[in-house]
């Protein structure tokens, strides 16, 4: 079974390739799925105001363009808003941690939620606007699920407040997965990122696809976790965070942000882009 340790650091762009050497293969397909904010994108204080490094959308452009490189974006996000904020055409995208899957025809391969569930999230959303919605909290209604931020409100009231928030969540049935700065509110389903990684590799390469490709998956919050513990032995995963001592399934761990760009530049070297 998958276990959760303190994974190898991988501090500098020279590290991809003395901790992973052949690794890659230029003539093998590579399946690359990535998480968005705090992995493509730095985190920042407001999620509509995050934007990709140029750097990094130089080179994702370029690697998605590739014959042998798939890419697919897996967001917490709705699916619309990180289409718009990666901005790449002709790639699969998965939005709310995998329950809004577009494929890259633009046919969609969406979760279906239970009535009831669907019915409980209308409550949940007007429970926590009325009652948490307030010194600089907010939330973030993304139609399935929802994020609630907390990151502006006093430091003396926020983590009272943000336990109201989580009774309120739970109290509607959903589970509540802390986040930066921010409460996950995501349906009591077993679907998740590692169950939407796994649709979209078997969608694209069939059932044999952990002997038919290379996958390599990058990700930066708990809600990534799923698709780490889903590839560990069948890929390669990468965990984004700062802190040296953080248990992750995760194969490597990056110790900044700005090492994807790192990584796709060390991706892009490996397939000629």
């Known amino acids: 079974m998958p276990e959760k340790r303190i994974a190898p650091t991988i501090e500098s762009a020279a590290d991809f390739e003395l901790k992973l050497p052949g690794f890659l293969n230029k003539n093998k397909t590579l399946a690359l799925l990535l998480d968005y904010d705090g992995t493509l994108a730095p985190i920042a204080d407001n999620p509509k105001k995050t934007v990709m490094p140029i750097a990094t ?12 490189v798939f890419l697919a974006v897996i967001s917490g996000r709705g699916i619309r808003d990180v289409q718009g ?7 699969m995208y998965a939005g709310n941690h995998g329950i809004e899957i577009e494929s890259e025809d633009g046919s969609r391969h969406d979760y279906q939620l239970p009535v009831e569930v669907q019915e409980n999230y209308t409550h949940l959303v007007k429970e926590l606007r009325a009652n948490v919605e307030k010194n600089n909290a907010w939330v973030e209604d993304k139609r399935v699920s929802l994020t609630y931020h907390y990151r502006d409100t006093p430091v003396d009231i926020k983590e009272s ?16 997965n802390q986040a930066h700065e921010a409460i996950e509110a995501k349906p ?36 990534d976790e799923d698709a780490m513990r889903l590839l560990q032995g069948l890929g390669k ?3 984004i965070s700062t802190d040296p001592e953080i248990q992750t399934f995760a194969d490597f761990r990056l110790a900044r942000q700005d090492l994807v760009s790192d990584l796709l530049k060390w991706i892009s070297d490996a397939y000629g882009v």
């Open 57 to 68: 959308e130089v080179i994702l452009n370029k690697l998605a363009k590739h014959p042998n």
């Open 237 to 239: 995963s990468f965990r």
């Open 161 to 176: 407040q943000k336990q109201v928030a989580i009774k309120i969540i739970e109290a509607h049935g959903f589970r509540a």
């Open 188 to 223: 009591p389903v077993n679907w998740h990122k590692g169950e939407a990684a796994r649709f979209i590799l078997k969608h694209k390469f069939g059932e044999n696809w952990a002997d038919e490709i290379k996958v390599i998956f990058a990700g930066d919050d708990t809600t």
């Open 85 to 91: 904020r990666v901005g790449i055409n002709g790639i």
